[in-house]
């Protein structure tokens, strides 16, 4: 059975305040998250990922066996560090109950984040973070032999060291997402 995290609405429910506008014109801008799950004859593997749309890179991850939501608040706390105190980035995702959830939205109103979600079976409206995971899925894991979750959990994380730092993009100038950051710092 596939893994699906709308569960009907079990918290509040943001506005689709992105609205499909996936440029971002700054680091930390705007923010897109979701889950995706990876099943190894049966054995499961959730990935919990959150992009930059400035540059496409993954600034924050965690991976777990079940989408608890552990995952997402660790996850959350992992992007939120690597803000400068005026950042407040809008951070979009779909309903799934994670993102729902009083806790998470406590968490986004503290730090100052706006939340943002597709609306309800949408997937357009999060297009950025599935096309991420189509590549990631594409490069990394369809047509792979995995022995384990493990070896496929330690193949992921090389991946998003991959994505961030090696793999180049034509839509950055030919820089990889770290690079094309970088220099636009150095630039401001």
């Given at each position: 059975?596939?893994?699906r ?17 996936f440029k971002?014109?700054?680091?930390n ?8 799950e ?20 993954i ?25 400068n105190l ?29 939340q ?10 999060n297009?950025?973070m ?10 990394c894991?369809y047509g ?35 690079e ?9």
């Amino acid at each position: 059975m596939k893994y699906r995290s709308y569960k009907g609405q079990v918290g509040k429910i943001a506005n689709n305040v992105l609205q499909r506008q996936f440029k971002a014109e700054r680091p930390n801008q705007k923010w897109v998250t979701d889950v995706t799950e990876f099943n190894i004859r049966g054995d499961k593997l959730y990935l919990f990922p959150v992009m930059d749309l400035f540059n496409g890179e993954i600034i924050a991850f965690q991976m777990e066996r079940r989408p608890v939501f552990g995952l997402v608040k660790d996850m959350l706390k992992e992007a939120i560090e690597t803000l400068n105190l005026n950042e407040k980035p809008m951070i979009h995702s779909d309903q799934g109950w994670q993102y729902q959830m009083r806790f998470y939205q406590k968490q986004l109103a503290e730090r100052g984040l706006t939340q943002s979600m597709s609306r309800k079976g949408n997937c357009l409206d999060n297009a950025a973070m599935e096309s991420f995971f189509g590549i990631l899925k594409s490069e990394c894991f369809y047509g792979e032999e995995f022995k384990s979750v493990d070896e496929l959990e330690q193949k992921v994380k090389e991946y998003i060291h991959y994505y961030n730092h090696e793999r180049i993009k034509v839509k950055l100038k030919g820089l990889t997402p770290v690079e094309y950051r970088n220099q636009s710092l150095e630039i401001a």
